[in-house]
């Protein structure tokens, strides 16, 4: 059954726990960093369509937190192999904990790895992926107010890798009819455009994830976020 509706989140002191539609099993994610939002819902949406209807061997997960994209994703396709990077050590023992839970509640080892790494970099991964997905960063490194709380900061700026240097990651990394699917708010449009452009990257808007209309782009709200689609450049 399709994951579309948003997780069940309870809170406890240290941890909120989550369940996925459809399974019987406590996930976690620490309260120091990002909660899970509406963005997940909406991103899941794109790659559970994208999936359906492409073959789709090796998906990669750019900034994968607690692994929820890579989870739901795992739930409707067991034969899948995911990988997912994550630069905050604590998030990637959190991350093998959730997917060790789902595995054996699915009475099947699940054909995964989380890397602790930074996505600025990818000499780490091994071979291309057909789906490269990823809900990075929001915000410039000196664009706003820091959290204390470094998980947090880190999940909303860009403290250690930009948005050229995840998009460099997707084209070294994406086969070469692969397609990748990113967040931004419109604030980044600009940006991320020209810095497909300086890397041979198509990028189109996909999908606008706010309650405005996509028919005027310059009538969204500066505050709207979209899901772009880039893929490798034709010849």
Not at 14 to 39: A, H, T
Not at 189 to 195: A, D, G, P, T, V
Request: aromatic share 12%; glycine share 4%; net charge negative.
């Amino acid at each position: 059954m399709q994951c579309f509706e948003s997780p069940t989140l309870i809170y406890n002191q240290d941890y909120m726990k989550f369940n996925i539609p459809d399974l019987d099993v406590d996930f976690f994610q620490s309260k120091r960093s990002q909660m899970i939002s509406s963005d997940t819902q909406n991103l899941y949406q794109i790659i559970y369509h994208y999936v359906v209807n492409h073959k789709v061997k090796r998906v990669l997960d750019l900034g994968t937190g607690n692994g929820i994209l890579l989870l739901m994703l795992v739930k409707d396709f067991t034969d899948i192999e995911c990988v997912g990077v994550e630069i905050v050590e604590s998030l990637v023992k959190l991350a093998n904990s959730n997917f060790e839970k789902l595995s054996e509640y699915i009475g099947k080892e699940i054909d995964y790895s989380i890397i602790l790494a930074n996505y600025a970099s990818y000499d780490y991964l091994d071979g291309e992926y057909d789906l490269i997905i990823s809900n990075p960063p929001y915000n410039l490194k000196n664009c706003g107010r820091l959290s204390p709380i470094y998980e947090k900061s880190i999940a909303r700026f860009e403290l250690e890798a930009t948005q050229f240097e995840l998009l460099n990651t997707i084209k070294q990394k994406l086969s070469k009819m692969g397609t990748s699917y990113i967040i931004y708010p419109k604030a980044r449009m600009k940006e991320l455009i020209m810095n497909c452009e300086k890397l041979l990257l198509n990028c189109s808007i996909f999908k606008e994830i706010s309650d405005e209309s996509l028919n005027n782009i310059n009538k969204v709200s500066n505050n709207s976020k979209f899901i772009f689609k880039i893929s490798h450049a034709k010849n």
